[in-house]
T-cell receptor, first 114, second 115 residues
Framework: DAGVIQSPRHEVTEMGQEVTLRCKPI?????LFWYRQTMMRGLELLIY????????DSGMPEDRFSAKMPNASFSTLKIQPSEPRDSAVYFC????????????FGQGTRLTVV | AQSVTQLGSHVSVSEGALVLLRCNYS??????LFWYVQYPNQGLQLLLK??????LVKGINGFEAEFKKSETSFHLTKPSAHMSDAAEYFC?????????????FGSGTRLQVQP
């Protein structure tokens, strides 16, 4: 398997623009996680899905952020409108059925909002 | 609620020396514990995990960690550091068999290996 695939790898956008980050989890995995990594706050869980259903979105910073998982093989994280403080590396991760299995991470999307 | 504390944001060792990265956790239920490594501009890669059973767990690249419930610790060790071990290391906890599988991460420890 190719692993968790995220696109784009890098995104530079202007403040106020809409940004969409994409994730393809590993085939067969039933949990998907979006994390944000910054120097100041480290790795923060934004939202996670189980069987395509959002389970916990308490980490989503504000209404400007939204995430969807329309099917088992695709998820998006959207920021509208974007702000400079959204600049970070966004990671998607997925894990398999079974509670003791680990999460596999994608390479991340580095977002810069200018 | 869960939390992870990693003591020391930066650790520097000489090549061949012992590596010890500290992790303490807080969890209201029996935890599952993980160590991940992150190389520059890369995602996180699992080094090792503890779920149940043997409290001393071995991982990739010669790393191991011991779960000590009484100390709420899960320190990462490697007997002899190699230059290629230079990276950032993250300890993480999940809520074990309650089903909440999202990881809570510590703030990370950057390991430097001096020649």
């Amino acid at each position: 398997d190719a692993g968790v695939i995220q696109s784009p790898r890098h995104e530079v956008t202007e403040m106020g623009q809409e940004v969409t980050l994409r994730c393809k989890p590993i085939s067969g995995h039933n949990s998907l996680f979006w994390y944000r990594q910054t120097m100041m706050r480290g790795l923060e869980l934004l939202i996670y899905f189980n069987n395509n259903v959002p389970i916990d979105d308490s980490g989503m910073p504000e209404d400007r952020f939204s995430a969807k998982m329309p099917n088992a093989s695709f998820s998006t994280l959207k920021i509208q409108p974007s702000e400079p403080r959204d600049s970070a590396v966004y990671f998607c991760a997925s894990s398999f059925r079974g509670l003791d299995t680990e999460a596999f991470f994608g390479q991340g999307t580095r977002l810069t909002v200018v | 609620a869960q939390s992870v504390t990693q003591l020391g944001s930066h650790v520097s060792v000489s090549e061949g020396a012992l590596v010890l990265l500290r992790c303490n956790y807080s969890s209201s239920v029996p935890p599952y514990l993980f160590w991940y490594v992150q190389y520059p501009n890369q995602g996180l890669q699992l080094l090792l995990k503890y779920t149940t059973g043997a409290t001393l767990v071995k991982g990739i690249n010669g790393f191991e960690a011991e779960f000590k419930k009484s100390e709420t610790s899960f320190h990462l060790t490697k007997p002899s550091a190699h230059m290629s071990d230079a990276a950032e290391y993250f300890c993480a906890v999940s809520e074990g068999d309650t089903g909440r599988r999202a990881l809570t991460f510590g703030s990370g420890t950057r390991l430097q290996v001096q020649p």
